[in-house]
């Protein structure tokens, strides 16, 4: 379901007449609109979902409130060699069962694309009965959704600066990463004012600092509080992503209703890719698929929410007894990243 407001049709029409068209700048296409809306299997717990959003929110490329998620996007373009620039925003229609999503004129081009993302960002073609059949724990919720990443190389950045830290320490840094290196845009939001620097960004920034005499990206993220580690591996993942080696998009995971196992292999085989970067262990490999593919098997079982909540509810679990945790997740395939959302709710 699509409703386009009027003077956007008109505009594009104009285009599509005149590719060399001049819109007057006060007609800007970041502030044009249009709206759509995406359906999903009710019910849906919107406000856990847009809670687990806030708390990791990069700063200045994500808002998300007790309402709505915005962000800035920057979407590459396969056919024309460049990355098409805009912001969305998404609310909850809560009587018609449907996300409604408000996008820049300037992301018609790459709608399809988008579209794909913002339903594996929100998990829109999740099958709630296949959980109530494979996941009868009583403290899991067969409603709650898999938040993905509307990007994967961001998913994969926001991951590996979040390692053995908070999540608001690896928020502080991911919101002076952008603020370093990512590009202003700013069309009015007040909260969103940067589109989070892409692959090439991030290798062009360490390639000038050896130029300039550095040592490279450590130079370059080092002031900002990221370590050498992290920075290399950072680096790594951006120019296995920007050669086509890895490719961290959203996998249809879903198929009518039922996993898509081809895709789950697929996924496995990318994470097999992932751990032979050095700095990727087995909880940032995990942690990546979780959230830019979808991959639905994730299971983090050094995570310091996932061991505090499992002692909670299975007492006998020893801390730092990782194996024992592993052998009770066993239970939980294929859906184990589900198991890891309701552990961290």
């Not at 996007?73 to 408000?102: A, C, M, R």
Request: glycine share 6%; hydrophobic share 40%.
């Amino acid at each position: 379901m699509m409703h386009l407001k009027t003077n956007f049709i008109i505009d594009i029409l104009k285009i599509l007449e005149n590719p060399y068209i001049t819109i007057p700048a006060h007609e800007s296409w970041y502030q044009h609109t249009f709206t759509i809306h995406l359906l999903y299997h009710p019910p849906y717990l919107w406000e856990t979902l847009l809670a687990f959003l806030e708390r990791r929110a990069i700063p200045g490329v994500e808002f998300a409130d007790a309402s709505s998620y915005a962000r800035t996007l920057l979407i590459p373009q396969s056919e024309y060699h460049v990355s098409l620039k805009g912001w969305g925003s998404v609310t909850h229609d809560f009587e018609h069962n449907q996300l409604k999503v408000e996008m820049s004129a300037s992301c018609y081009p790459e709608l399809c694309n988008i579209l794909i993302r913002l339903r594996h960002l929100f998990d829109l073609d999740f099958n709630p009965e296949v959980i109530k059949t494979e996941l009868k724990e009583p403290w899991i919720d067969p409603h709650l959704r898999l938040p993905g990443g509307m990007d994967g190389f961001e998913v994969s950045v926001r991951t590996i600066l979040g390692q053995q830290i908070t999540v608001s320490a690896a928020t502080t840094l991911a919101g002076r990463l952008v603020k370093h290196l990512g590009t202003p845009f700013n069309y009015g939001h007040p909260h969103l004012q940067y589109l989070f620097p892409n692959a090439s960004i991030i290798i062009e920034a360490g390639r000038q600092n050896l130029l300039e005499g550095g040592t490279g990206i450590g130079d370059v993220l080092g002031p900002l509080g990221i370590t050498g580690r992290r920075a290399a591996t950072i680096e790594a993942v951006a120019k296995a992503v920007q050669s086509g080696e890895i490719a961290l998009a959203p996998l249809p995971i879903w198929q009518s209703g039922a996993l898509n196992y081809d895709a789950i292999m697929k996924a496995e085989h990318i994470m097999k890719q992932l751990s032979a970067i050095k700095g990727i262990g087995p909880w940032s490999m995990h942690a990546i698929a979780m959230r830019a593919l979808g991959y639905p098997d994730a299971f983090l079982e050094t995570d310091i929410g996932v061991i505090n909540r499992m002692r909670d509810i299975y007492p006998e679990i020893e801390r730092k007894d990782k194996k024992k945790r592993l052998a009770y997740a066993e239970a939980w395939r294929p859906l184990r990243s589900y198991a890891v959302i309701n552990l961290w709710k």
